[in-house]
């Protein structure tokens, strides 16, 4: 009967690791962003939306990860911890938030298991509050580096041409904006201006 209840619960986690998987398996370490590429995402205020700042994302040295930059003011005292996700469609010219669609998911994770911040290969590859942390305040300055997302245009962990979602603690979308290129790779000149 005790050797029963042991494969039971070895069975039952194996469902469970299986749910933190995507179905077409962990995401990938990208090794090879384009040294020098920079892009950007800017909150302005208005329209009801009180968050301005920006995210700023850049290929890390060699290519092997890529260095965001959030520096965020304006977030509704009470309303967090905000999380913070790259999402599947840019934001479109009405600012229409739920036009984004869902979370950047190229492997098929879905959001019913919650991301495990000590495997980042298993969360959504653009949950990036569910790998480094959430907003707690109502502003913040922080810096991480992602190994899963890319600035590789044509691979499904590309995100220079979709937009960056802040919500809510209980989902609502707050505030979105798109990602733009502000540096070329190669070129030492940036495309736009500082903040």
């Known amino acids: 009967m005790h050797t029963l209840s042991l494969l039971a619960a070895l069975v039952a986690a194996q469902g469970a690791v299986a749910q933190m998987t995507g179905k077409l398996g962990d995401a990938m370490a990208v090794m090879n962003n384009p040294p020098g590429a920079s892009y950007v995402a800017m909150f302005t205020e208005g329209s009801g939306n009180p968050v301005r700042g ?13 260095t ?4 965020l003011m304006g977030l509704p005292m009470g309303g967090g911890p905000y999380s913070y996700h790259l999402h599947d469609q840019p934001v479109p010219v009405d600012g229409n938030c739920a036009a984004t669609l869902a979370h950047l998911d190229p492997y098929q994770r879905g ?3 919650p ?3 000590s495997m980042p ?5 653009g949950d990036l509050s569910g790998k480094h942390g959430k907003i707690e305040g109502p502003e913040v300055s922080k810096s991480f580096m992602d190994m899963y997302v890319a600035l590789v245009p044509g691979i499904g962990a590309f995100f220079g041409n979709r937009s960056i979602v802040i919500h809510y603690a209980n989902s609502t979308r707050l505030a979105c904006a798109n990602f733009t290129m502000e540096k070329m790779p190669g070129s030492g000149c940036g495309m736009g201006g500082p903040w």
């Open 54 to 66: 920006k995210v700023s994302a850049m290929s890390s040295p060699g290519g092997k990860s890529v």
């Open 111 to 113: 959001q019913a298991v």
């Open 121 to 125: 290969e298993t969360c959504e590859v």
């Open 115 to 117: 991301c495990d911040m």
């Open 68 to 71: 965001f930059n959030l520096m």
